[in-house]
């Protein structure tokens, strides 16, 4: 018993420290102006949040979190930002005032939908009757594999993993084609400012023109 009452108070301490982390990192990205950093910071939260849901046991949330939040998002965001400029320019005084109204709103909200919910581990939740429990029953005899979610994710709804991944494989690879990843994209776009540097240190369009009239 003491051993069980240890163990629940570790997994607490665990929560809480991910969730500090989580919070410090959000008021941060909130108070930077550097997107660089902001970006950076975007995929440590990623991250933390991935290693919090491993902790509470949703590995399928953890899965996705890190490989479209950690992984994809911040490749995009990335390469977006080769089309913009690398500082956020300063709000106004009052611009922030809806934007915080909206999440007070939003939090007051989930905090009433959770009064409705089952308590932790309750045998008779919706989640815990039908086919659940049938997972519950039948998967250390089909897989051997003691974490039902990863035993439902990669056997019993293999495919719809598999979609799922697929889809958003192609929603990635779409809009990175979309924005044209690379030096190239780069380079065009340094071009077409006339900034790219030429032999003599002077632009390409200055270098041509000096070359045309010799």
């Known amino acids: 018993?003491?051993?069980?009452?240890?163990?629940?108070?570790?997994?607490?301490?665990?929560?809480?420290?991910?969730?500090?982390?989580?919070?410090?990192?959000?008021?941060?990205?909130?108070?930077l102006r550097n997107l660089f950093a902001i970006v950076m910071l975007s995929g440590i939260y990623?991250?933390?949040?991935?290693?919090w849901y491993v902790v509470v046991d949703a590995v399928d949330v953890a899965f996705t979190e890190a490989a479209v939040g950690a992984g994809m998002s911040t490749v995009v965001l990335l390469g977006a930002m080769l089309l913009t400029s690398r500082t956020a320019k300063p709000d106004k005084k009052f611009a922030r005032l809806g934007p915080l109204l909206v999440v007070l709103a939003t939090g007051v909200m989930l905090i009433y939908a959770t009064v409705d919910l089952p308590?932790?581990?309750?045998?008779?939740?919706?989640?815990?009757?039908?086919?659940g429990l049938t997972y519950m029953q039948i998967n250390w005899a089909d897989t051997g594999i003691p974490n039902?979610?990863?035993?439902?994710?990669?056997?019993?709804?293999?495919?719809?993993?598999?979609?799922?991944?697929?889809?958003?494989?192609?929603?990635?690879?779409a809009v990175a084609l979309l924005l044209g990843f690379g030096e190239r994209s780069l380079a065009e776009?340094?071009?077409?400012?006339?900034?790219?540097?030429?032999?003599?240190g002077k632009?390409?369009?200055?270098t041509g023109k000096?070359?045309?009239a010799s």
Do not use: C, H
């Not at 039902?148 to 690879?173: C, I, K, N, P």
């Open 203 to 206: 632009s390409v369009s200055e």
């Open 189 to 200: 776009s340094i071009k077409r400012e006339g900034k790219l540097p030429g032999s003599n």
């Open 46 to 51: 990623s991250l933390v949040s991935a290693t």
């Open 119 to 131: 308590a932790l581990g309750d045998p008779d939740s919706a989640v815990n009757q039908g086919v």
């Open 148 to 173: 039902v979610v990863t035993s439902v994710l990669a056997s019993y709804r293999g495919f719809d993993t598999l979609g799922e991944t697929t889809v958003v494989f192609l929603a990635g690879l």
């Open 1 to 31: 018993m003491t051993g069980v009452l240890e163990g629940d108070i570790g997994i607490a301490l665990v929560n809480i420290l991910l969730l500090a982390v989580l919070f410090v990192v959000a008021i941060a990205i909130a108070r």
């Open 210 to 212: 000096e070359e045309d």
